[in-house]
């Protein structure tokens, strides 16, 4: 079942999510944003953590996209085409380290240890 249901999201797999992959990839473009940028550390604690220990130089570029796409979407513009082109939506910078503290906390609360942090909305 589960082989069933990674081959229907696969883009290489299935056309529906080919497409749906190449106009996520667009409008991120449209934007500079990359996928990641989108994980919201309000909602999830864990990619409050994982952000925390990422250096510093990848958080602060992750911001100025954030800002750039908010002040292109304010003034309904894009990037220009050619800054377009060099955008690269689904690289990955965040990934690997929020697998890491999933795989902690889950180890944490296996062992019976105290949480990292608190799970509290704001």
């Known amino acids: 079942m589960a082989s069933l249901l990674q081959s229907f999201i ?3 797999k299935n056309w529906l999510a ?12 449209n934007y500079g944003l990359r996928y990641d ?6 909602y999830d ?3 409050k953590e994982a952000l925390n220990r990422l250096p510093k130089e990848i ?3 992750r911001h100025q996209r954030l800002k750039r796409a908010i002040d292109l979407s304010m ?3 894009y990037l220009p085409q050619d800054l377009q082109a ?3 939506p689904f690289r990955s910078y965040l990934q690997e380290m929020l697998a890491y503290v999933k795989r902690e906390r889950a180890e944490r609360e296996a062992l019976g240890g105290l949480p990292l942090y608190q799970r509290t909305l704001p």
């Open 18 to 29: 080919a497409l749906h992959m190449k106009s996520l990839s667009r409008r991120l473009r």
């Open 75 to 77: 003034k309904h513009e």
């Open 86 to 88: 060099m955008q690269t």
């Open 37 to 42: 940028d989108l994980y919201d550390p309000y």
């Open 59 to 61: 958080v602060e570029a």
């Open 10 to 12: 696969d883009p290489k």
């Open 45 to 47: 604690l864990d990619v």
